[in-house]
């Protein structure tokens, strides 16, 4: 599979999981929610699950011609390693916040990683003509 095709598979898969934050949280609360009680409880929390289901469903849209929405996919992965690395300190100080570590910092790390990883290589391929046509592999 090339970078280009796989960018498109992650960026709907991680637009999914980030539409989803608060079924996430109902599910496995100390791995997605900072607060107690159910999810709807703090207007914080529903504030992130706002800008985080708005962000999933423009890297599903940004699925159709990545490279023509690299700055997004660019801002996708820088902010959720910021988020990642700001929640993962926060996490170390705060012994109730533990679950974080194994929940939504290794979920952003991952999305940080991945897209910072295949969208310079997805450009790579749309620079040789190869990837953009549709149907390419």
Known sequence: MSAYRLLQVLLVAFGLVFCLVWPLALVWPAGW?????????????????????????????????????????????????????????????DPMHRGHLFGDVPALLLVALAFAVLLPKAQREGAGGAARAPGAA
Do not use: E, K
Not at 45 to 63: D, E, K
Not at 70 to 92: K, N, P, T
């Open 33 to 93: 929610a900072w607060h107690a009680g159910a999810p709807s409880a703090s207007q914080y929390f529903m504030m992130i699950v706002g800008v985080y289901a708005t962000l999933g469903v423009f890297l599903i849209a940004a699925a159709r011609d990545p490279l023509a929405h690299a700055s997004l996919i660019r801002f996708a992965a820088v902010s959720s390693a910021v988020h990642a690395a700001i929640m993962a300190l926060q996490s170390l100080a």
